[in-house]
């Protein structure tokens, strides 16, 4: 059976900001080229001195696969950053709070929460 849904993403940076900008459906099916490329966009000397703004605006479904890689994502951008930096996720979908919760991962997820609206 083939999977016609696809995760496409882009890496926008300026000034101190670099945003990972998520596209389309983030699921089990669909991770493993993002999970294969990420050494390219999680490099110590581009994410050392940077904000980091996860825009999660246009995935279109997270499964638990999808939400344990971005977990793990997150977490490894806050190891490479500085502390004076922050980051962030821009508009999680609605499944990406849910799956927090029934992880116990909400109190860790919630702070890093930058919302315009959509949930």
Not at 52 to 77: K, M
Not at 89 to 106: E, R, V, W
């Amino acid at each position: 059976m083939r999977n016609n849904q696809s995760l496409h993403w882009e890496l926008l940076q300026n000034d101190d900001n670099i945003t990972p900008r998520l596209i389309g459906e983030l699921s089990r099916d669909t991770l493993l080229p993002l999970w294969s490329q990420r050494a390219s966009f999680l490099s110590q000397l581009k994410l050392a001195k940077q904000n980091i703004v996860w825009d999660l605006t246009e995935i279109t479904r997270i499964d638990s696969a999808g939400f344990a890689l971005l977990c793990d994502l997150i977490r490894d951008c806050q190891q490479l950053q500085g502390a004076e930096n922050r980051l962030q996720i821009k508009n999680p979908p609605i499944q990406l709070m849910t799956l927090a919760d029934l992880f116990g991962l909400s109190d860790w997820i919630m702070p890093l929460v930058q919302s315009n609206g959509k949930n």
